[in-house]
């Protein structure tokens, strides 16, 4: 018998050993392919994560971006497994917050936390065109995309997987949890200046690679704290994921001479709080902003939105509730202006955040509730 072969007898029987030490506790595995996906479903495992009955196992996809960054953002050390090991061991239910498929043990029940909602790759995420029905469960940001993903066929009207659950990460936007003021003291930018975020999506179209770097010098020379997030994807290296530009080296001399900030990590909603308007092209995080109800500057890039296969709706929603711009002078007077009028396409903001965030602020507690009934557990024990 190889060595690979006895290595996955002796994980199989300790997996099954394990399962009759404790018949009780459920096994969860948290399946991702980049920081965003973990930072999505950070706040079930955080809320989940004292209760005895349920154990947690992280793993990561077979090419993974920024692999080493991970599971960098959680709080204390968690069970770091190899997806070799994943696929040999029993769950009672795996997570992902993307459309990654895993072969796991027959009866691990599957669950879909969706990492966004901007609508792009919309024959993948939003108006699928293949069957979603693989999946135990849904869980769905908001009522738009899951009739959506009913009038595809990718799910059935009456499919017991599609839960209405919204989206856990941002209701720290709604609860009260984060502070401006407390987020810039901690980032050393004094809190009465004009904070602009700039947090631009992925892809060699975007307007990072197009504009980027001449927006920011702007920006700064009109003496705003900027603080630029760059999408997980814009790290890499590949011209595909960010036009071949290293611009953590590009960005972080120019910001730290401007007093702005270049995050490294993956959670976006501290620098959301902090930001007294956003300027994006067709990022999720565009879409999350609004339910601060600030003002945002989207930089149309038509090559990117027909790349990306962005569903034409919500282009129209983002071009709805923020100010048009292509190029960076136009940019820098849109901030202006907007600045000058914050409460300028107020309703229309929450409006849209209202249609696309269902549950804001309660989104992780449903999720928490949709959980346990899956793993058959009381959630009040």
Known sequence: MGLNRITRVVQQCDTRLQRWLQPDVRRVLVYVRAPMNYIVMAPVYRRMAA????????????????????????????????????????FDACL???????????????????????????????????SARGWDRLFFINRRRLENFVRSGAIDANSEAARLVGMPKVDCLVDGSLSRNAVLESLNIDPSRK?????????????????????????????????????????????ANSGGVNWVAKFK??????????????????????????????????FEYLLLDRPLVRIEVPKLLKEANVNPEYVDLLANVSLSVRTT????????????????????????????????????????AELYELLELDPTN
């Open 329 to 368: 002078d136009e940019a820098l007077r849109a901030v202006e202006r907007s600045l000058a009028e914050p409460h300028g396409k107020s309703a229309a903001r929450r409006t849209v955040a209202a249609d696309l965030f269902h549950g804001a602020g309660k989104a992780t507690s449903l999720a928490v």
């Open 51 to 90: 209760d005895s009955r349920v154990k947690f196992f992280f793993t990561i996809s077979p090419g993974a971006s920024r692999e080493a960054a991970i599971y960098s953002e959680t709080e204390g050390k968690v069970g770091v497994i190899s997806s070799a090991q994943a696929r040999l061991m029993k």
């Open 253 to 286: 001399p120019l910001l730290e001479r401007g007093s702005g900030h270049l995050p490294t990590g993956s959670d976006s909603c501290p620098f959301l709080a902090a930001a007294d308007l956003m300027i994006t092209d067709h990022s999720s995080v565009g």
């Open 96 to 130: 992902a917050a993307d459309f990654i498929w895993m072969s796991l043990p027959r009866g691990t029940r599957r669950v879909q936390m969706f990492h966004g909602v901007a609508g792009k790759y919309t024959n993948v995420y939003d108006t699928p065109d293949k």
């Open 195 to 239: 904070v602009v975020l700039y947090a631009p999506t992925w892809s060699a179209h975007s307007s990072l690679v197009t504009m980027g770097e001449e927006l920011v010098k702007g920006l700064i020379a009109a003496g705003y704290a900027v603080i630029v997030k760059l999408h997980d994807r814009s790290h890499d290296p590949q011209h």
